[in-house]
């Protein structure tokens, strides 16, 4: 079993902060696996935001390149979904996920709304 715990969502006015965090633990999980970050606005699909593999590489969704930094705290099993200049289209639930074989385990998601 894995457990995701996010925190660190809120509301923030347009071009402001907001650092998530996602803290992992349980005995499914292992840090030779890659993690992400997804969202989902209201009425729309779940997208993937950011990746971030054992290694340390990175993948960004093309829109987001610039204003979002994901990271990760091997020691604390924790990543970390840094995201700058906000904007109101980035208001969704931010999801944290680990994906072992064919098994995804998804936190329970964060809220971040950004007001215009």
């Known amino acids: 079993q894995v457990q995701l715990v996010e925190s660190g969502g809120g509301l923030v006015q347009a071009g402001g902060s907001l650092r998530l965090s996602c803290a992992a633990s349980g005995s499914g999980f292992s840090t030779s696996n890659a993690m992400s970050w997804y969202r989902q606005a209201p009425g729309k699909q779940r997208e993937l935001v950011a990746r971030i593999t054992s290694s340390g590489s990175t993948y960004y969704a093309g829109s987001l390149t610039g204003r979002f930094t994901i990271s990760r705290d091997t020691a604390k099993n924790t990543v970390y979904l840094q995201m700058n200049n906000l904007k109101p289209e980035d208001t969704a639930v931010f999801y944290c996920?680990?994906?072992?074989?064919?098994?995804?385990?998804w936190g329970q998601g964060t809220q971040v709304t950004v007001s215009s």
């Open positions: 996920s680990f994906q072992r074989g064919l098994t995804t385990y």
